[in-house]
């Protein structure tokens, strides 16, 4: 109560003129005022491209997603014309900086097997035991207590930062898996199963066995979820959570620190939560619109949400628009690619219209109700909460799949930081506040 009663105070003595941010040229959320990024740093890991600027102009182009130079899409079909999976040469690739041999990718297969291993004391009073309502913060929660079981935790050289990774990335989908059986279980009175992990599948494989009672999946149900974690698993240094673990490790903490607090960034709805909003969007809509078929129906609702009169009332439609894809995410058009053949086994076939629907008519309502010019298109959130939901994957399992698979991208980050960073990253705030006297107490 007497929290509640100061919060109007906290919110007067918190609240800064919009103005002074123009006045003092800020560039808030480190974007410039055309909503390029600002350039803080230099990476050869990853590279989204959206736009190019000519004549200090933002012109939208197609996008495009490298991963240490190798284009996503030629990744992928590569992968896919030999029918197997991907997600382990796309670690590999972007920890060590080259695809690797044959041989080379069978060890590292190997490794990781090796090192999906946890201790069970751990998987007892960790996760078992300590129970927690959102799987993120558990997910966090566990890195930080797998300090503790790490005999070298400390240890900064790079032989042992890179085991530390490779180890976390292999565990990975044990934490999430088992963090939501212990909240199923304590919060939903679901009967509590663990598996435990198979010598030689995938990672993707190595997801559905352990989520589900039963342990099985389809090829197909695994060849899309390891779709989902390639596509999922590096996006540049200038995305959030990869940007806060290369702020963490430029204080030269240890790598524990730095992957939770990545994750606590990927856990906000405006970063890896996103796809979680889309589906709720989605659903809304289908409960709100009769005829799904009736475009103008359909279009009629958008607007309703654009002018804040439905949904979430933000007027936002949740999954169009990106901060540097403009005519197109290529992770969103390789996953309508392989969407049909699974909506399809799945009967959601009708659903699949309405996104497309949505996707199609969701850009002209924003620009016909704002009247704005911007060029906006569906970027992989749109369409991940829809794959994860045909995947009976549970929506509280959604952001940490994503968490998953973006430990790769984080964990190259954290190497090329440790390499060639060599400063701590420490930008600067104007105070702007005016200076005042201090008055003792009984005089307040």
Known sequence: MFLTELEGLARRNNSIKQSLYDTYNVKRGLRNDDGTGVLVGLTEIGDAHGY???????????????????????????????????????????????????QRLEGFIHT?????????????????????????????????????????????????????????????????????QSYAHHFKKETLFLHHPRQGLSTAETLLHLIRANGKYSKLEADLLDLMLILHAEHGGG???????????????????AISAGIGSLKGLKHGGANIK????????????????????VENYLAQIVRRKAFDKTGLIYGLGHAVYTKSDPRAELLKKKL????????????????????????????????????????VDFYSGF???????????????????????WSAHIIEEKISGGRIIRPAYKNISARAQYIPLEDR
Do not use: W
């Open 278 to 297: 889309v589906v709720q969007m989605m659903e809304n809509i289908k409960s709100n619109v009769k005829d799904h078929s009736n475009e103008k129906a």
């Open 239 to 257: 995305n959030n959570s990869t940007f806060t673990t290369h702020v963490v490790t430029s204080a030269d903490t240890d790598v524990y620190s």
């Open 112 to 180: 990781l097997d090796e090192l999906r291993e946890i201790p069970e004391a751990f998987v007892q009073d960790a996760i078992i035991k300590a129970p927690s309502s959102n799987i993120m913060n558990k997910l966090a929660r566990s890195v930080l207590v797998l300090y503790s079981h790490d005999k070298n935790p400390e240890d900064r050289r790079l032989s042992n930062i890179l085991r530390q990774c490779v180890q976390l990335i292999a565990q990975f989908p044990r934490l999430a898996a088992y963090g939501y």
């Open 52 to 102: 190019i600027v000519d004549e200090n102009e933002k012109v939208p182009d197609e996008g495009r997603l490298r991963y240490r130079g190798i284009d996503i899409n030629d990744i992928v079909k590569g992968c896919q014309k030999v029918k197997r999976h991907g997600f382990e040469e796309v670690v590999y690739l972007l920890i060590f900086g080259k695809l690797p041999t044959k």
């Open 340 to 379: 049909a053949k699974l909506a399809k086994e799945k009967g959601c076939l009708d659903e699949l219209q309405l996104y497309y629907t949505v996707e199609r008519l969701g850009p002209k309502v924003f620009a016909d109700i704002k009247g704005s010019s911007k060029i906006i298109s569906a970027n």
């Open 387 to 409: 794959v994860y939901r045909m995947l009976g994957i549970p929506t509280e399992l959604y952001t940490p799949i994503f968490a998953v698979s973006r430990i790769a991208g």
